[in-house]
Every structure is written in C-alpha cells, then in structure tokens.
C-alpha cells in the first residue's frame, strides 16, 4: 500500500476516545437503574469532563444529589457513526463510567474509568491522558468530509484502490471511505458476506482540513504514479442500481 511510514500512522487511545466524545450527537446515560438518551444535551470540557443538559424532573438530577461524591453513579455511552452507509456502521463506542457533580445549569459528569471498544477490542483509557488528550482536528469535520468524498468523488475512491494491496480487493463489490483523521484515511471494502477495511497513511499528518487537502492529493498523486489502473466492475454496477450496502 505505497510507501510504509516510521511514525504512528493512527491515534492512540486517549486521542480517539476524546475524538469520539467530540464528534457525537447523542448520549445515552444510565444511572440509579434507569437509561435516558439524550440527543444534542452535551458539550465537553477542555479536560474530557461531560456537561450535560437535562429536563429538572430528570432521574440524573436526583443521581446527582442523593450520590455519594467521588463514587461512580452514572454510565454514559457514545456511539461513534460512520457517516457514510456502509455495513456495521458503528465504528467505536465509548462508556464513561463516573459521577455527576450538581451545579447551577449543565450537570457536570467527571469520569472515574474510560473504556474504548473498537473492532479490534476493548481498551482501558488511562484517566491522565484521557484529560490531557485532544480531540482529532478533523473529528468534528470528518462526517462532511466523507460525505462529500463519497457522493462528489467517487473517481477518486476508485482510484485510491490503486494503492491497496491486489488480494484485499478480490472479490471487491463496493469500496467506500469510512474513516480520516490526521493521519490517514480507511476504505471500507465490501463483498458479498463479509467486508474488511485498509487503512492508507499520510505522508505527515494533517491538522486542519487545507493540511487534509494536500495529503488527499498526494495519495492520488501516488496512486496514479504507482500502480496501474485496476477493474472494479463490480464497484460500478452496484452505483448504477442505486445500492448503498447499507
């Protein structure tokens, strides 16, 4: 897949759990036995704690009084979504295991434990990094970004391809983006009963979206100067019956 890297070419635990937490929508908190879900409730403070807006007559304000304070009341979970239809669209998930301090407005929900699962498994987020990690720079980005890349170019998808390895792509029918951070981009590739993904790292990383551009192009540029030109009939023919592989 082109040239290999000597520095990390994907983000360590801390940075994604805290990259997940920025770009999620939705929340889903449980605390004294009882789940609510939130949607569009919480912001983030610069050291990883979770205010959260919700209705007085919630179950969470009483949690927050009635809980002995540092001890763990509440769980709250956040579902990181590709945003692009693909297979298994949920890419991580993040659980928050901690306590609500009672303030005047926002709840405000300090951690005590960080578990990130991702398809390769479940990690246990050091409390220190977690604080002092930043999100990705494109975290709160990707969604559009993909998006676009998906729908507006779909050649250039096609010709990344050119930089995946010729076995990963056997039996290929359908390849999609499915991720981008700053260090690189991940396809999705999709065959009939099963799918794998290909990560394709930057030259450097990208921190902000004209650093992205460049580094776009460059893959391309790779990509065209690098490999020849391989059939994805398949690829193709699912576009043009409308198919998403949702």
Not at 37 to 48: I, L, M, P, R
Not at 93 to 121: C, I, K, N, Y
Not at 188 to 197: F, L, S, V
Not at 204 to 222: F, I, K, N
């Amino acid at each position: 897949m082109g040239d290999t890297q000597d520095w990390a070419a994907e983000p360590g635990a801390a940075e994604r759990a805290r990259s997940v937490l920025a770009a999620a929508w939705s929340c889903g908190v449980t605390a004294d036995g009882a789940r609510e879900e939130y949607v569009g409730a919480h912001s983030v403070t610069e050291d990883g704690g979770v205010l959260l807006d919700v209705p007085e007559d919630s179950a969470l304000v009483a949690a927050a009084l009635c809980a002995p304070r540092g001890e763990p009341s509440a769980v709250l979970e956040f579902a990181d979504v590709a945003p692009v239809p693909v297979r298994q669209r949920i890419r991580a998930r993040l659980w928050l295991a901690g306590w609500f301090a009672p303030a005047d407005g926002p709840l405000l929900f300090r951690p005590t434990r960080a578990v990130l699962r991702q398809p390769s498994g479940a990690l246990l987020v050091d409390l220190d990094e977690y604080a002092a990690a930043r999100p990705d720079p494109l975290a709160t980005a990707e969604a559009r970004l993909l998006t676009h890349l998906a729908d507006a170019h779909p050649d250039a998808v096609e010709r990344l391809t050119r930089l995946v390895r010729p076995e990963s792509l056997h039996a290929a029918t359908r390849v999609t983006p499915l991720a981008v951070d700053r260090h690189g981009l991940t396809l999705r590739i999709e065959r009939t009963r099963a799918h794998g993904d290909v990560r394709l790292p930057f030259h450097t990383p990208a921190d902000d979206v004209s650093q992205l551009t460049e580094r776009m192009h460059a893959l391309l540029a790779q990509a065209i100067a690098g490999a020849c030109p391989r059939a994805l009939g398949p690829v193709r023919r699912m576009k043009s019956q409308g198919g998403n592989g949702a």
